[in-house]
T-cell receptor, first 110, second 113 residues
Framework: LAKTTQPISMDSYEGQEVNITCSHNNIATNDYITWYQQFPSQGPRFIIQGYKTKVTNEVASLFIPADRKSSTLSLPRVSLSDTAVYYC???????????FGKGTKLSVIP | DGGITQSPKYLFRKEGQNVTLSCEQNLNHDAMYWYRQDPGQGLRLIYYSQIVNDFQKGDIAEGYSVSREKKESFPLTVTSAQKNPTAFYLCASAPSRVGYEQYFGPGTRLTVT
């Protein structure tokens, strides 16, 4: 399982775009990159997943450079309700084991 | 209304007692998982099951046991052998072969005194 490194915490003002970068230097060819969001005392929620280049859905974008050794989760115009812990995970398609690190605690300030 | 349910939300037990945490899903998912989360930490995998009547140990299985007699249910028993059982327990499920997209339940917070 590829190890990931991400900042422990980040602060942002409401309405700003937030970019959280995750490093995964030993990512394997068949690994996908997945991001989860967790609010206090709740289970994590799947946000977005990608393999290369850019993926966008209704809540976020995921940017993956050509070497795939890092990825950036982009949250457009954050609100107070985006205050949460964000986890970056790397796992092979069909993998049954996911490794959750400590994640990045995002605090959105009014 | 599909999803994963865990009960109860809060559970209190005396040290030395076994306790079973419930996890039920109606998503028709093959794979189910149990994680433990301690304050300020990430999730650690306890057990997982890919199909009925089969399960595998995760990273911290000691002191825990599971069963998978039905596709919908994956109960976790915290035994008296688990030295630090107080934690937030999360159950998840995933469609077979798409393990990286897991659906989590609301969690059970277990306190043992």
């Amino acid at each position: 399982l590829a190890k990931t490194t991400q900042p422990i915490s980040m602060d942002s003002y409401e309405g700003q775009e937030v970019n959280i970068t995750c490093s995964h230097n030993n990512i394997a060819t068949n690994d996908y990159i997945t991001w989860y969001q967790q609010f206090p005392s709740q289970g994590p929620r799947f946000i977005i997943q990608g393999y290369k280049t850019k993926v966008t859905n209704e809540v976020a974008s995921l940017f993956i450079p050509a070497d795939r050794k890092s990825s950036t989760l982009s949250l457009p115009r954050v609100s107070l309700s985006d205050t949460a812990v964000y986890y970056c995970l790397v796992a092979g398609a069909g993998s049954y084991q996911l490794t959750f690190g400590k994640g990045t605690k995002l605090s959105v300030i009014p | 209304d599909g999803g994963i349910t865990q009960s109860p939300k809060y559970l209190f037990r005396k040290e030395g007692q076994n306790v079973t945490l419930s996890c039920e899903q109606n998503l028709n998912h093959d794979a189910m998982y149990w994680y433990r989360q301690d304050p300020g930490q990430g999730l650690r995998l306890i057990y997982y099951s890919q199909i009925v009547n089969d399960f595998q140990k995760g990273d911290i299985a000691e002191g825990y046991s599971v069963s998978r007699e039905k596709k919908e249910s994956f109960p976790l028993t915290v035994t008296s052998a688990q030295k630090n059982p107080t934690a937030f327990y999360l159950c998840a499920s995933a469609p077979s072969r798409v393990g990286y997209e897991q659906y989590f339940g609301p969690g059970t917070r277990l306190t043992v005194t």
